[in-house]
Structure formats: structure tokens, C-alpha cells
């Protein structure tokens, strides 16, 4: 059973940034594709970014030349830098492979204030 762990959120004013990982165990997720997520209170959860195996990336239109996704096979962990952070971005974000692994971590809570 794999178990995914989001770490590295936090609250932070307009125009800044935060890295977050994730890291899993349990199972390697080396030939998998990587996604970001995430859920706005009252929202459903969205996909936000993805990266294959092999390093290619696709972002939604809203993070666009603001996030950048990326991993680390050999840590079993991904990642996800976030710059220019909007009110908007406020959210709880997850991880997981895609097609998605079952059970999904706990998350981690983004909070950008204006």
C-alpha cells in the first residue's frame, strides 16, 4: 500500500512563494505519472500539474509560468514550486500518480492572503 505525504505548505502574502513535496512509500512511483492537486474550500479537486517519467511537464492555464513541477526518482518524491502566489491559489494540494494510486495522503494546506 503506497502512502503519499504532502508537506511544505504554509500561509504567505501575494507575490510569494512555497515549495512543496511529496513523498512517497510503500512503492516506488518512478514509472508513473506525477500529479499536483488541488481542492478550494467548496470546490472540487482540480489537477494542476503533471510530469511524466521522463521529465516532460503540463500545467492548467491558471499556474502557467508561475509553478513548476518536478522529482526526484531517486527520493521517491515530487515537487512543486510555487512563485507569484495568488489569493486564489488558496487551497488544500495533494499528490498522486495518475492513473491515481488509491488511498490519497492527508494534504497540505496553502493560504495566500492579499
Known amino acids: 500500500q503506497v502512502q503519499l505525504v504532502e508537506s511544505g505548505g504554509g500561509l504567505v502574502q501575494a507575490g510569494g512563494s512555497l515549495r512543496l513535496s511529496c513523498a512517497a512509500s510503500g512503492r516506488t512511483f518512478r514509472f508513473n505519472v506525477i500529479g499536483w492537486y488541488r481542492q478550494a474550500p467548496g470546490k472540487q479537486r482540480e489537477l494542476i500539474a503533471t510530469i511524466r517519467p521522463g521529465g516532460t511537464t503540463t500545467y492548467t492555464d491558471s499556474v502557467k509560468g508561475r509553478f513548476s513541477i518536478s522529482r526526484d526518482n531517486a527520493k521517491n518524491t515530487a515537487y512543486l514550486q510555487m512563485n507569484g502566489l495568488k489569493p486564489e491559489d488558496t487551497a488544500v494540494y495533494y499528490c498522486?500518480?495518475?492513473?491515481?494510486?488509491?488511498?490519497w495522503g492527508q494534504g497540505t494546506q496553502v493560504t495566500v492572503s492579499s
Open positions: 498522486n500518480a495518475i492513473p491515481n494510486f488509491s488511498s
